[in-house]
């Protein structure tokens, strides 16, 4: 997984909107499941970074996974945004 974490965070720049979607998919499930791997503790400001990007994407489908992504954090994760939170507020 930790290979795996930087191509899917590039992946949030894609032009295809079915890519982006996937990637946040992705990156849900192991966030879902409780696995938070040390590339993605590593890369965390760059993962804040790209759902906020998302967040404006023109894909209805994109803002959705942004949502759960973020509805993932706050529901399982939320040790990895205190330091965050002054930038996220």
């Given at each position: 997984?930790?290979?795996l974490i930087p191509l899917l965070l590039n992946l949030f720049?894609?032009?295809?909107?079915?890519?982006?979607?996937?990637?946040?998919?992705?990156?849900v499930a192991c966030l879902s499941f409780g696995?938070?791997?040390?590339?993605?503790?590593?890369?965390?400001?760059?993962?804040?970074?790209?759902?906020?990007?998302?967040?404006?994407?023109?894909?209805?489908?994109?803002?959705?996974?942004?949502?759960?992504?973020?509805?993932?954090?706050?529901?399982?994760?939320?040790?990895?945004?205190?330091?965050?939170?002054?930038?996220?507020?």
């Open positions: 997984l930790d290979a720049q894609s032009p295809d909107e079915n890519t982006r979607v996937a990637s946040l998919q992705s990156l696995l938070v791997p040390s590339s993605l503790v590593l890369h965390f400001a760059k993962y804040l970074e790209g759902l906020s990007a998302l967040a404006a994407d023109p894909s209805q489908n994109v803002r959705k996974w942004v949502c759960r992504s973020i509805n993932t954090l706050l529901e399982h994760h939320t040790q990895y945004l205190h330091p965050q939170w002054s930038s996220i507020c």
